[in-house]
């Protein structure tokens, strides 16, 4: 049993510096985020995050609402890293009205014409790294 609660301890250890990544990462996206709340934006409890390899794409499905307009912000722990994000709709469009990519942050506006599921593009575009960690929130109004 000891044996057990060791490595079980050691495994959380070992853990916890890629959770506290991803949430620097998360912190970074919500940062991006303030000029936004100060625009009547209100920033939604969902959250992505994780790790990536340089060039590759991750798709994230969600659900958007016609009348509402949303902006999905991206951020990452590394300095010298590159992230985006890209929205399309369910026919494969790219669809957002606006977007930016400055340093470690980026972010994507999109105004749906129809209610449905949209595709939301992350990548690490650029890093130092192996792999990079990367937190996206989104906001609505």
């Not at 990544?21 to 996206?29: G, P, Q, R, T």
């Not at 105004?111 to 449905?116: A, F």
Request: proline fraction near 2%.
């Amino acid at each position: 049993m000891k044996r057990f609660i060791s490595l079980l301890l050691a495994a959380v250890i070992a853990a916890t510096p890629a959770l506290a990544s991803v949430d620097d990462a998360l912190s970074y996206a919500l940062e991006a985020a303030q000029p936004y709340v100060k625009e009547g934006f209100t920033v939604r409890e969902d959250y992505w995050g994780g790790d990536m390899a340089v060039k590759q794409a991750k798709a994230i499905t969600h659900q958007l609402f016609k009348g509402n307009e949303y902006w999905f912000w991206i951020g990452t722990d590394e300095k010298a890293a590159k992230v985006s994000v890209h929205i399309y709709d369910s026919e494969g469009n790219l669809c957002e009205v606006e977007g930016w990519q400055k340093g470690q942050f980026g972010a994507a506006r999109v105004i749906p014409k129809r209610t449905g599921t949209y595709y939301l593009i992350v990548e690490v575009e650029k890093s130092n790294r192996e792999r990079t960690h990367w937190g996206m929130a989104y906001g609505f109004r």
